[in-house]
């Protein structure tokens, strides 16, 4: 056979274009057999499944997981407690007539900006929030450090970088999430033990995953 004939029968040959289709749509997480300290109530609800799409919580319920996607994460959390992200919302009033620029420029010593998601940081806020225990019970401390402080925010105005509902679990709210081995209702100082804080979500995002 010719190399003319070769060159025409493999011009022949169907060929099936190959086409890549970039994706948009946001990653999904599936928490499934977990309880929830909503940020709002004072006691834990029945086991339930929680999807996250994006950012945000997108449903509540037994069967959330019939509307995941086939690329969804799935987190078996075992009917360990989630709850909101904590929201570290004190303020010295004794700044109130100096300006931010002055504080962070001026005040160098006085102007030490902690996150609750470092060991140290999330350390000192246990400690302020067991400071309270004096005069409060665990569930109303902790109502006051999520659910009640995202209520806050929403009070500060174009200052709130939060345009939604932040510190508690519901659907709609942002993804900003505990998932613990214990009760933090009966004893707040368990999430004060980095062992215990098995999952951290942020922003949707999972920071850290011992599960």
Known sequence: M???????????????SLVFVQSDAPPQILLKNVRESD???TSLSATT??????NKIQKISTNAGNGASTQAQVIDGGERVLMPGLIESHAHLSFASISSVDLLTYLPSYAQ???VADAEGLEHEIQWMA?????YKPV???KMATGNAGELLKLSGDRNPYPGDLGVIKEGAYAEIL???SNPLDDITVIGILDNLRIIIKDGKIYKNTL
Not at 4 to 14: D, E, F, M, S
Request: proline letters at 3%; a positive charge; glycine letters at 6%.
């Open 179 to 181: 998932l613990v081995d």
């Open 39 to 41: 940020g709002t109530s």
């Open 2 to 16: 010719s190399v003319l004939k070769i060159i025409a029968l493999v011009l022949l040959v169907p060929t099936r």
């Open 140 to 142: 109303e401390i902790l």
């Open 131 to 135: 400071r309270l225990l004096k005069w």
């Open 49 to 54: 499944n929680v999807l996250i799409v994006g």
């Open 113 to 115: 900006i902690k996150s």
